[in-house]
């Protein structure tokens, strides 16, 4: 059964740091892992979707690599802003059948 | 991007009863849809997985005769929390997906349903 990890599981930091969220996961067999941003009380933001086959993914500020060997993936998010404060969510797609959360990394930027 | 739609948005009921929770695409056929359920600074657990015009498959641990079920066409699932309890209590959230060899294979999630049984 996978699993799947983050840490932190808090993460409060000034703003302007650049910072790595981790996630790692047992099974290796995976189709694609993504990362979600989640505000309080609301639905799942897709941040990024890197395929198994893939190293890594960009979309501005964030970086989100994959080492599927290691079962380890990091979300790089550069010059952190106050709304980015969130809670991070990484998942798991083992073969196109269902995702795995992690139990995300909430994070707070502060002014 | 797909959307993924979900009615109502939040709901109070009264304890004993049913409550049903409407899960749409609005741009895409759906033949897969998932329901999550979250607690409170938890994270978001699989209940069940529907398939249009087929019986639910369960997560262990999720009783199929209380949280119904439905996907009785591309674009549409429904969850009913059947003789709710406050122990339902809990944030629902659903996703779909497009079929398998479709452009994007991932999963397109809604907004949520804040379900309050008192």
């Known amino acids: 059964k996978q699993e799947v990890t983050q840490i932190p599981a808090a993460l409060s930091v000034p703003e302007g740091e650049n910072l790595v969220l981790n996630c790692s996961f047992t099974d290796s067999a995976i189709y694609n892992l993504q990362w979600f941003r989640q505000d309080p009380g609301k639905g799942l933001t897709s941040l990024l979707l890197?395929?198994?086959?893939?190293r890594e993914q960009t979309s501005g500020r964030l970086n989100a690599s994959l080492d599927k060997s290691s079962g380890r993936s990091t979300l790089y998010i550069a010059a952190s802003q106050p709304g980015d404060s969130a809670t991070y969510l990484c998942?798991?797609?083992?073969?196109?059948?269902?995702?795995?959360f992690g139990g995300g990394t909430r994070l707070m930027v502060k002014p | 991007g797909a959307v993924v739609s979900q009615h109502p948005s939040w709901v109070i009921c009264k304890s004993g009863t049913s409550v049903k929770i409407e899960c749409r695409s609005l741009?895409?056929?759906?033949?897969?849809m998932f329901w999550y359920r979250q607690f409170p600074k938890q994270s978001l657990m699989l209940m069940a997985t529907s398939n249009e015009g087929s019986k639910a498959t369960y997560e262990q641990g999720v009783e199929k005769d209380k949280f119904l079920i439905n996907h009785a066409s591309l674009t549409l699932s429904t969850l009913t929390v059947t003789s709710a309890h406050p122990e339902d209590s809990s944030f629902y959230i659903c996703s779909a997906r497009e079929p398998r060899g479709a452009k994007s294979y991932e999963q397109y999630f809604g907004p949520g349903t804040r379900l309050t049984v008192t």
């Open positions: 890197i395929q198994s086959s893939q």
């Open positions: 741009d895409f056929q759906a033949t897969t």
């Open positions: 998942a798991v797609d083992n073969a196109g059948n269902m995702l795995t």
